[in-house]
């Protein structure tokens, strides 16, 4: 961290992943308006949070002085960063001796993606979780022989590259699991920059403006001169064309349709009805075939406490299908019941995000980055 002349500290998105990563203590002291905060927040195993607006503390912070612990690490947060620096120097010079500000705010925030490295891949190469930590979601980097392939990529591109770049690997392939509608995906952009191929199934992209292969059942996309194959496995319900892929019979990287906590929502197209029975057959039919080894990497997640001890989000199929809640639906009936009237609010601009992921809205980095705020929402329990 930098020390400023204040005695106030900057903590930037990645010290702060880490430090919840860690599962270290962390007062936050969040400045946004009140609706902003209710809707969307940090949270963390050992965080406690407390929601004061900025226009509240105008005058001095000295009302809420006996409500922040004075040895305990305090983090100042608002929606860019400016208002979180004046109170965190009114806390300094009342006294507080480890008070930061998030750096950026939860603007920048919203778009960090973490690294973390999930396994090995049997003949030396290896995949990559990168976490978006203050949205809930989740891509992938399948590395082997010096080449890779991106797994829904989100639109914050440089991060992919930059990664690739430092350890000298090229990326070859972007590949989308399906039509994305809680954020923008990255995968054509990407590959167009890269000169690499982009994927998508074919029965999510019948609107789409460009050009892209099909991410097709029993194709193989090799990743390195290595035999690190991906495996496309059709499961529809979350989508129409929503693929599932296989990684070196290890790793199952199930998109939206299936998440640690939860299981995907039939509903962002406006087709919960029609799709609900395709989502039942994937996760309590073709999913239950596939060997319980396979550890589950989705492309969300719904809570902090999903995340492991060392950052990543996972867990073996098996486990999943005696553990969460959305596999455990004994009566098919009750399952279309649940998965149709028991959804959570949609995510923000939603409509909007998949016709930027058709090629149809171009909307500035501005306006993306509108389109994007607040929680993911793609599971049937997200709150």
Not at 119 to 124: E, P, Q, S, T
Not at 261 to 286: C, M
Not at 309 to 326: E, K, Q
Request: proline share 4%; with cysteine.
């Amino acid at each position: 961290m930098m020390e400023q002349q204040t005695s106030v500290k900057t903590m930037t998105a990645h010290e702060l992943t880490q430090l919840l990563f860690a599962q270290e203590e962390l007062f936050i002291l969040d400045v946004r308006n009140t609706s902003d905060y209710e809707n969307w927040r940090i949270e963390g195993h050992r965080v406690v949070s407390m929601n004061i607006p900025y226009f509240d503390l105008l005058d001095g912070v000295e009302a809420v002085l006996e409500k922040i612990p004075v040895k305990q690490k305090v983090l100042v947060v608002c929606a860019k960063e400016g208002s979180s620096i004046f109170v965190a120097e009114m806390l300094a010079e009342a006294g507080f001796t480890d008070v930061s500000y998030l750096q950026g705010g939860m603007k920048v925030w919203s778009e960090h993606l973490e690294p973390v490295k999930v396994g090995d891949l049997r003949d030396g190469g290896a995949i990559y979780q990168f976490v978006r930590i203050g949205k809930g979601c989740l891509s992938y980097m399948i590395v082997s022989g010096g080449e890779a392939a991106v797994v829904d990529t989100l639109r914050m591109t440089d991060v992919y590259e930059a990664f690739a770049a430092k350890h000298q690997w090229t990326i070859k392939h972007t590949i989308d699991t399906h039509l994305h509608a809680d954020h923008i995906s990255g995968g054509k952009k990407l590959a167009d920059q890269l000169n690499a191929s982009y994927w998508l199934p074919e029965k999510d992209a019948e609107e789409v403006t460009y050009s892209y292969h099909k991410l097709e059942e029993g194709q193989e996309i090799q990743v390195g001169a290595t035999k690190i194959v991906i495996l496309p496995i059709y499961s529809p319900g979350h989508t129409i064309g929503s693929t599932s892929l296989i990684v070196d019979d290890t790793y199952f990287l199930t998109g939206d349709s299936l998440f640690v906590a939860s299981i995907g929502r039939p509903d962002l197209a406006g087709k919960a009805e029609d799709w609900v029975g395709d989502l039942h057959n994937t996760l309590y039919n073709r999913y239950k075939e596939l060997p319980e080894h396979l550890v589950v990497l989705p492309a969300h997640f719904g809570s902090y406490t999903e995340i492991g001890p060392m950052g990543a989000v996972s867990a073996r199929l098996g486990d999943l299908y005696r553990n969460n809640p959305g596999l455990t639906i004994a009566d098919e009936s009750e399952f279309r019941y649940i998965v149709t009237h028991h959804l959570p609010p949609q995510p923000n601009a939603y409509q909007e995000i998949r016709q930027v992921n058709m090629g149809k809205l171009k909307p500035s980095e501005e306006e993306q980055q509108e389109m994007e705020v607040g929680p993911n929402r793609c599971a049937i329990h997200d709150k």
